[in-house]
C-alpha cells in the first residue's frame, strides 16, 4: 500500500521559514517525480515545486528564490524549505508522487498539512 505522509506544517508569522516533510512507503521512492502542490481556501490546487529523479527541480514563479525542494531517496523524503513566507502562501500543503509509464501513469497524493502565515 502507498503511503505518502506530511509533516511541518504550522502558523508561523510574516518573513519566518518552515520546512515540510513527506515521506513516502510502499513505493520505489527513487524513480519517481516528488512534487508539493498547495491548495488555498476557494482556490484550485497549484503546482508549487517538483524534483524528478534526476533531480532536476521546478518552481512556481511566485516562490523562486525563497522556496527549496529537495530529496533523500535513502529517506524516501522529499522536503520544501520555504523562506520568507508571506500571508499568500497560506494553504494546505500536499505531497505527490508521479511517474509516467509507457502505457501507465502512477500517481499517489499524501493527506496534506496546513500552512497558515499570519501574525
Known amino acids: 500500500q502507498v503511503q505518502l505522509v506530511e509533516s511541518g506544517g504550522d502558523l508561523v508569522q510574516p518573513g519566518g521559514s518552515l520546512r515540510l516533510s513527506c515521506a513516502g512507503t510502499?513505493?520505489?521512492?527513487?524513480?519517481?517525480?516528488m512534487g508539493w502542490y498547495r491548495q488555498a481556501l476557494g482556490k484550485q490546487r497549484e503546482l508549487v515545486a517538483a524534483i524528478t529523479s534526476g533531480g532536476t527541480t521546478t518552481y512556481l514563479d511566485s516562490v523562486k528564490g525563497r522556496f527549496t525542494i529537495s530529496r533523500d531517496n535513502a529517506k524516501n523524503t522529499v522536503y520544501l524549505q520555504m523562506n520568507g513566507l508571506k500571508p499568500e502562501d497560506t494553504a494546505v500543503y500536499y505531497c505527490?508522487?508521479?511517474?509516467?509509464?509507457?502505457?501507465?501513469?502512477?500517481?499517489?497524493w499524501g493527506q496534506g498539512t496546513q500552512v497558515t502565515v499570519s501574525s
Open positions: 510502499g513505493i520505489l521512492f527513487g524513480i519517481y517525480t
Open positions: 505527490n508522487a508521479k511517474r509516467q509509464g509507457v502505457l501507465t501513469e502512477n500517481v499517489y
